[in-house]
T-cell receptor
């Protein structure tokens, strides 16, 4: 079936460094790609999303890039801070209506 | 305003018992999703409701799992004859619209943690 793959599963960075998380998807009809952040004991929250009509979107320290030809998209966090530590999930719409999530990346930012 | 509300927040049950988990979505949200999250794992799609359309049940892992939704309001996820492998956090999310329409943003509840002994 349609799926979303996410790498890496864990990522450790020093405070101030950048972090990059990558996802690939299989449904060529997918046109909406959100990223969610999940803190311990809470439900995921949307942090940024991108639609297929653009290749990049930025919001302060976070950015997302999309390569529709290669069917992959990435999350970039610059100047990381300890409060960025969380689990990050990418997602893609499949079959034009259902949101399927990647397996998650646990990001740890060390002071 | 109120977010997505789930109950119970924690449920411990014995193997073989039935459980019901409840989700109150944000008022006016037509789309509602259930996901399962095992410890340290990702979000596994279970079922999706959109308005009055037939639900997409393609993620339900077995016929012990079922879900209902009354109009565009409350949803219940029922697990019959629970097994230990059903232990997980069950997350509900709602959205103004599905797929390519509307914002697409899902608002999640804090989940119902199910432990099957």
């Amino acid at each position: 079936g349609e799926n979303v793959e996410q790498h890496p599963s864990t990522l450790s960075v020093q405070e101030g460094d950048s972090a990059v998380i990558k996802c690939t998807y299989s449904d060529s009809a997918s046109n909406y790609f959100p990223w969610y952040k999940q803190e311990l004991g809470k439900g995921p929250q949307l942090i940024i999303d991108i639609r297929s009509n653009v290749g990049e979107k930025k919001d302060q320290r976070i950015a997302v890039t999309l390569n529709k030809t290669a069917k992959h998209f990435s999350l970039h966090i610059t100047e990381t801070q300890p409060e960025d530590s969380a689990v990050y999930f990418c997602a893609a719409i499949v079959n034009t209506d259902k949101l399927i999530f990647g397996t998650g990346t646990r990001l740890q930012v060390f002071p | 305003g109120a977010g997505v509300s789930q109950s119970p927040s924690n449920k411990v049950t014995e193997k073989g018992k039935d459980v019901e988990l409840r989700c109150d979505p944000i008022s006016g949200h037509t789309a509602l999703y259930w996901y399962r999250q095992r410890l340290g794992q990702g979000l596994e799609f279970l079922i999706y409701f959109q308005g009055n359309s037939a639900p997409d049940k393609s993620g339900l892992p077995s016929d012990r799992f079922s879900a209902e939704r009354t109009g565009e309001s409350v949803s219940t996820l029922t697990i019959q004859r629970t097994q230990q492998e059903d232990s997980a956090v069950y997350l509900c999310a709602s959205s103004l619209a599905s797929g390519t329409g509307g914002t697409g943003e899902l608002f999640f509840g804090e989940g119902s943690r199910l432990t099957v002994l």
